[in-house]
């Protein structure tokens, strides 16, 4: 009679529970040897660590990595996650040693822990040295006056339609309704129109949106690259909006090349191509530049949202800041006259500046930037970061150091009496530092201030308030826990047609 299978596999069971039981023996020595005396949990469960702790609730995991981090006057603390140990930057000088050191013999910019996987090895954060530099130098011309003059027109007509239609939603339900998906929405619309307009019509927006979608939910999954999961599907959806928005581009450079005026920001883009390539050849595919392009909306989407949330979340806790807006708001812009809101004017609202710089102050949307570990790296006197570890300096954290009352709302801080930006302007890490801090950061500064003004102006508007609604979800950038849900409805002023 023949032997069955598991007559002749039991005999070997007893060595691979040994095996496995040493190797994850080793994993745990190795974790410990790597953590040293640094604060953090001492035992982690093999290869996946705290993984599932972290996507199932993010907020209790990060407030838990700053707690461990606060309680040593180092600022750090460790972790471990899918096989990768990882540390939490709570102290302001370190994220900045970190961020001055990204260099192929240092720190590595990612995005995201699986960042190269997910956004793919052609874009921007990945690029060092003086290719880097080459590449910021040529998207400067994206974000001249001139060009966030022609954005600042598209962003107003934006804003306006998604206004009018939530002011409509929340008066045909009779209830309170939640803004973040309607936030995300009236971006991405946003930024398809400032960065691509023209060159995507109504079936490519559709595909457009729902691949977006499936990288948005993508996000914040276990990096399980197999079919039916949800990271597989993001990684899929990267690859077909790259291709969309490179053939946006060698659109946009045949338009260019018969003469046409720039509309949009893949304009002035390729307008500056078309001109350097007129000195030296230009070596960039339309494929590279979809991927810069796919950058440039990753970085304006969630993060825009988040804001934009806050601000309303604020506005509606501090009616004295919304009144002092909109009296400013009133003084440079009439929307009884459908007039637009110029760059000039929108430069002249030095206080709804500050309000926008204080949201995006003491709720960074992005709360961390992780970089990779690329050699063993000396970080203080007494500890190296070992080669291969994922750093998470922490944007959030820094926000409220050195700041005076940091967990205060306070858009004067701002303001040229109090100077706060300047003195504490190392703590103000919300755009990043150093050779990778974000280029588009007036652009962002002005989506919000127009956002402010524009809804502050034209919208009366009310928080439906529950318990905990103002607690920090991770999405995977942080918004209010209820989504911000407000009662909405049309001011007196009505809504200007901006024709």
């Not at 809804?455 to 950038?477: M, N, Q, S």
């Amino acid at each position: 009679m023949e032997m069955s299978i598991w007559a002749i596999v039991a005999p070997y069971i007893p060595y691979l529970i040994s095996v496995l039981a040493l190797l994850l023996l080793l994993e745990q020595i190795s974790y410990l040897k790597k953590k040293r005396f640094l604060p953090g949990p001492t035992l982690v469960v093999p290869f996946i660590g705290n993984a599932i702790s972290l996507v199932t609730n993010p907020t209790k995991f990060w407030d838990l990595q700053s707690s461990y981090a606060k309680s040593t006057p180092l600022g750090i603390s460790a972790n471990y996650i899918i096989g990768r140990y990882i540390l939490y930057i709570y102290s302001t000088d370190l994220s900045h040693k970190i961020f001055a050191n990204v260099r192929p013999d240092a720190f590595h910019l990612i995005g995201h822990p699986f960042g190269k996987k997910l956004f793919g090895e052609h874009n921007l954060i990945y690029m060092f040295g003086q290719d880097h530099k080459d590449l910021r130098r040529r998207i400067a011309p994206n974000f001249t006056p001139r060009a966030l003059q022609t954005y600042t027109d598209i962003q107003q007509r934006v804003i306006l339609k998604h206004l009018q239609s939530w002011c409509q939603l929340s008066q045909g339900q009779g209830k309170s309704i939640p803004l973040r998906i309607l936030c995300r929405d009236m971006n991405l619309e946003t930024s398809q129109n400032v960065f691509v307009g023209p060159y995507l019509n109504e079936e490519t927006r559709k595909r457009f949106n729902t691949d977006y979608n499936f990288f948005n939910v993508g996000l914040m999954k276990l990096p399980i690259d197999l079919p039916g999961f949800a990271f597989r599907n993001a990684r899929l959806a990267v690859d077909r909006l790259v291709e969309t928005l490179a053939g946006c581009a060698e659109e946009s450079e045949e338009r260019m090349k018969a003469g046409g005026e720039p509309t949009c920001l893949i304009d002035f883009y390729m307008q500056e191509n078309l001109r350097e390539s007129s000195e030296k050849p230009f070596h960039y595919s339309h494929k590279e530049v979809g991927g810069h392009l796919f950058d440039f909306l990753f970085a304006a989407q969630d993060a825009s949202t988040s804001s934009l949330l806050w601000a309303v979340a604020f506005l509606d806790s501090h009616p004295h800041v919304l009144e002092r807006v909109r009296k400013e708001v009133a003084e440079h812009w009439d929307p009884v006259n459908d007039d637009v809101l110029t760059g000039e004017k929108l430069r002249e609202m030095k206080y709804t500046e500050a309000v926008a710089r204080e949201v995006v102050r003491i709720r960074a949307p992005a709360t961390m930037v992780p970089h990779i570990a690329g050699v063993d790296f000396p970080l203080t006197e007494g500890y190296t970061i070992p080669k291969g570890t994922i750093v998470f300096p922490s944007v959030f954290d820094s926000s409220f150091q050195g700041f005076s009352e940091p967990d205060r709302f306070d858009p004067d801080r701002f303001m040229e009496e109090r100077k706060e930006d300047r003195l504490y302007k190392k703590n103000f890490l919300a755009f990043g530092a150093g050779a990778h801090q974000c280029v588009g950061q007036r652009y962002a500064i002005n989506h919000l201030m127009l956002f402010i003004a524009m809804f502050a102006t034209l919208v009366d508007f009310k928080r439906d308030r529950t318990d905990g609604c103002d607690e920090i979800a991770y999405v995977p950038t942080i918004v209010p826990k209820d989504d911000c849900r407000v009662f909405l409805s049309q001011r007196s002023t009505g809504f200007p047609s901006l024709s």
